[in-house]
């Protein structure tokens, strides 16, 4: 079974940065198109990143797109999620996502294979 693990959440102020973690086990990484998807309170899961199988593409939600930077190292089984000029609006659970399938065909919400349990990101005002 594939386990994902998420880090790096936290409490910061609007313009700040953080970086997310999400460690990958019990499956061979290359094989995995990874991604992130956040919920905010009150409101449905929704798409912000994902990165291909050998990181060669990526794709961002339109808010947060020359924000935020998706990347995969896949010496280290890990994803990252380096998020910049953060604004209220970015505070939510951020979830870590992985699908057998290609980046063109993965589903980029609730349809991914395994998910992580969340890292709570606040961002004040």
């Known amino acids: 079974q594939v386990q994902l693990v998420e880090s790096g959440g936290g409490l910061v102020q609007a313009g700040g940065s953080l970086g997310l973690s999400c460690a990958v086990s019990?499956?061979?990484?290359?094989?995995?198109?990874m991604g992130w998807v956040r919920q905010a309170p009150g409101k449905e899961r929704e798409f912000v990143a994902a990165?291909?199988?050998?990181?060669?593409?990526?794709l961002y939600a339109d808010s947060v797109k020359g924000r935020f930077a998706i990347s995969r190292d896949n010496a280290e089984n890990t994803i990252y999620l380096r998020m910049n000029s953060l604004k209220p609006e970015d505070t939510a659970v951020y979830y870590c996502?992985?699908?057998?399938?290609?980046?063109?065909?993965?589903?980029?919400?609730?349809?991914?294979?395994?998910w992580g349990k969340g890292t709570l990101v606040t961002v004040s005002s």
């Open positions: 019990g499956r061979t990484f290359s094989m995995l198109s």
């Open positions: 990165i291909a199988k050998t990181g060669g593409h990526t």
């Open positions: 996502a992985a699908d057998k399938r290609i980046l063109a065909t993965m589903p980029i919400t609730a349809g991914m294979d395994y």
